[in-house]
């Protein structure tokens, strides 16, 4: 069965450093991939998808992320995180040809100033 | 253009009691999901539709659940009678009739049946 695992429940970062979360997904093919981000209280909004072509993806907030088929990763990465970053994150992997999300259990970002 | 609304954003009820969730997708969107989240098993699909057809009802836990699409600009979940343990988050989501196309989530109702 199709699975996507997000191997960190929590993550600690400072305001400025750098940021990548990470991202499994378990599919013969290449799936739909997406990262969503929620606020508390809040619905998912979509930070980035991939389809095809060009593995590295950008999308909206500055982050970005990039699909390796040989890992079957799809990491998403921000260069210098916000405190309005904290938030959390899921991970969505949608089987080529379906309308069926399957969703990570999240990572869930703390922001220190 | 509004996105994806959903109400009421809370709702608190005695158990045994009828639930009625309700959401408008975002216009021209022929797709329409709800979801419902929690701690122990995270956001699981309960079931879509397509231009107001079920399509995919498998993931709707049981007899008590069941979802309706009265046309393309709303859409309900129903709960009867109401348990504890469904208590939850809900989303609804909407999506163009595209593959490639996102699905665009409401703020949720946040379900708690005591």
């Known amino acids: 069965a199709q699975s996507v695992t997000q191997p960190d429940i929590h993550i600690t970062v400072s305001e400025g450093a750098s940021l990548e979360l990470r991202c499994n997904y378990s599919y013969g093919a290449t799936p739909y991939l997406f990262w969503y981000v929620q606020s508390p209280g809040q619905g998912l909004q979509l930070l980035l998808k991939?389809?095809?072509?060009?593995?590295l993806v950008q999308g909206i907030k500055g982050f970005e992320a990039e699909f390796k088929r040989s890992q079957s990763s799809f990491n998403l990465r921000k260069p210098s995180v916000h405190w309005s970053d904290a938030a959390e994150y899921f991970c969505a992997v949608a089987p080529s040809g379906t309308y069926k999300y399957i969703f990570g259990t999240g990572t869930r970002l703390k922001v220190l100033a | 253009d509004a996105g994806v609304i959903q109400s009421p954003r809370h709702e608190v009820t005695e158990m045994g009691q009828e639930v009625t969730l309700r959401c408008k997708p975002i216009s021209g969107h022929d797709y329409l999901f709800w979801y419902r989240q929690t701690m122990m098993r995270g956001l699981e699909l309960l079931i879509y539709?397509?231009?107001?057809?079920?399509?995919?009802d498998s993931g709707m836990p049981e007899d008590r659940f069941s979802a309706k699409m009265p046309n393309a600009s709303f859409s309900t979940l129903k709960i009867q009678p109401s348990e504890p343990r469904d208590s939850a988050v809900y989303f609804c989501?909407?999506?163009?009739?595209?593959?490639?196309?996102?699905?665009?989530f409401g703020d949720g109702t946040r379900l708690s049946i005591l």
């Open positions: 991939y389809f095809s072509g060009d593995t």
């Open positions: 539709f397509n231009n107001n057809v079920p399509i995919d």
């Open positions: 989501a909407s999506s163009p009739g595209l593959l490639n196309q996102p699905q665009h």
